[in-house]
């Protein structure tokens, strides 16, 4: 099946700082990859949908400033937090939909644990 | 609003037996019906879907079936097998092309050996 990639697996940063995580589709072209976070035995809320080469949708509630998302090609998403801080932690999962094949599910990437001191 | 709904957060079936994980939603737009099996601190995996043409989708030991009169789905997993034991969520989305996808909470299965 179709793979999808994250890095870093997990990181830890101070506040104040900026982390920017990587989701890669290894082996298909996505035109459109989404980001999620989940808290703590919680569902997975959508942050944003990316569409490569314009600008991600937010859904309601989401910072735009504070979680830039940057789809620069059809392999590679970015999700930068910018001035993190410690309610910021929290595990963030990327899922890319297959645009030349018209596949009709969403890959997810294995998730990034960030956790902010 | 929470328009997908898993009102069980847990569920413990013996080996061998039946697994049933329910799932509502409450917007009648959505057409297409997707489950996933989450292990902890990974992304999750997509096990099986249906659209709303159909009402009983069927691949190996997982059924799910959909009833959009009641706007309810299942999954049936039969039997249960103890790597079975993750974490499910349904999903629904208005379409299958590039519409976000709007998740239940998560049913916990635990399959005992």
């Known amino acids: 099946g179709a793979v999808v990639s994250q890095h870093p697996s997990w990181v830890i940063c101070k506040s104040g700082t900026s982390v920017k995580i990587e989701c890669r589709s290894l082996d298909f072209q996505a035109t459109t990859m989404f980001w999620y976070r989940q808290f703590p035995k919680q569902s997975l809320m959508l942050m944003a949908t990316s569409n490569e080469g314009s600008k991600a949708t937010y859904e309601q509630g989401v910072e735009k400033d504070k979680f830039l998302i940057n789809h620069a090609s059809l392999t590679l998403s970015t999700l930068t937090v910018t001035s993190a801080h410690p309610e910021d932690s929290s595990f963030y999962i990327c899922?890319?939909?297959?645009?030349?094949?018209?596949?009709?599910?969403?890959?997810f990437g294995p998730g990034t644990r960030l956790t902010v001191l | 609003d929470q328009q997908v709904k898993q009102n069980s957060p847990s569920l413990s079936v013996q080996e061998g037996r039946i697994s049933i994980l329910n799932c509502d939603y409450t917007n009648s737009m959505f057409d297409y019906f997707l489950w996933y099996k989450k292990y902890p601190a990974e992304g999750p995996t997509f096990l099986i879907s249906i659209s709303s043409i159909k009402d009983k989708n069927e691949d190996g030991r997982f059924t799910v079936f959909l009833n959009k009169s009641a706007k309810h789905l299942s999954l049936h997993i039969v039997p249960s097998q103890p790597g079975d034991s993750a974490v499910y969520f349904c999903?629904?989305?208005?379409?299958?092309?590039?519409?976000?996808?709007?998740f239940g909470t998560g049913t916990s299965l635990t399959v005992i050996p």
């Open positions: 999903a629904a989305s208005v379409g299958n092309t590039g519409n976000q996808f709007y």
């Open positions: 899922s890319a939909r297959d645009g030349m094949t018209g596949l009709d599910t969403q890959y």
